[in-house]
């Protein structure tokens, strides 16, 4: 079964200090991976994907996660956070051969000026 | 940049009346999904749909849901007697097409509110 733990259900850091969000997934398969990030009033926006290519992923806006199967985990980071970053997090993964998404309880990140 | 889009933003409604929510799909997509979240719970999946038929659902999508491709552009999540335990938001997606079907694309939701 597919299932994603976010460790932190909420995370403050100051502007211009390192960001990281934690996030374990639980997969019977080789599992893709995602950061889904949303803003107030908006949709689910894609931060990045793993879909078993290079386990360094970068994505948009700064951030990168790293996919690690041995400590079964897919963190994500950012070394300098900016106010407009402030916004719900969910790691999410894909069971490939049915294609239904698993979130997180996702993890809401506040940037104090 | 395509998106996908929901209507309304918020809809209330009384417990038992139905509500039909709706959905415009990135259009050269080919699956299309509805996802809900409860208060303080996690995103669930509900249902997915490919060539005018359902192709996956959850234990949470029983006969008081159904799903529509109406016309060309639409995609519908049809509740048909609402209970309180129906307010949620509820998230559309879209897959497929020109893009890996492994990468959905969310709308902004629609916050059901059911009194």
């Known amino acids: 079964a597919q299932s994603v733990t976010q460790l932190d259900s909420h995370v403050s850091v100051s502007e211009g200090t390192p960001v990281l969000l934690r996030c374990n997934y639980s997969s019977s398969y080789s599992p893709s991976l995602f950061w889904y990030v949303q803003h107030p009033n908006k949709g689910l926006q894609l931060l990045l994907k793993?879909?078993?290519?290079?386990?360094l992923v970068k994505g948009i806006n700064g951030f990168e996660a790293e996919f690690k199967k041995s400590e079964t985990s897919f963190h994500l980071t950012k070394p300098s956070a900016h106010m407009s970053d402030a916004a719900e997090y969910f790691c999410?993964?894909?069971?490939?051969?049915?294609?239904?998404?698993?979130f997180g309880t996702g993890t809401s990140l506040t940037v104090i000026p | 940049e395509p998106e996908v889009t929901q209507t309304p933003s918020h809809q209330v409604t009384q417990m038992g009346q139905e509500v039909i929510l709706r959905c415009v799909p990135i259009s050269n997509h080919l699956y299309f999904y509805w996802y809900r979240q409860i208060l303080g719970q996690k995103v669930e999946f509900l249902v997915s749909f490919y060539n005018n038929e359902i192709s996956e659902k959850s234990e949470i999508f029983d006969d008081q849901f159904s799903v529509e491709r109406p016309d060309g552009s639409n995609f519908t999540l049809k509740i048909r007697s609402t209970k309180l335990e129906d307010s949620a938001m509820y998230f559309c997606?879209?897959?497929?097409?020109?893009?890996?079907?492994?990468?959905?694309?969310f709308g902004a939701g629609t916050r059901l509110s059911v009194l």
């Open positions: 997606a879209s897959s497929g097409g020109t893009v890996p079907l492994n990468i959905q694309y």
């Open positions: 999410v993964v894909s069971d490939g051969s049915r294609n239904q998404f698993y």
């Open positions: 793993y879909t078993s290519a290079a386990t």
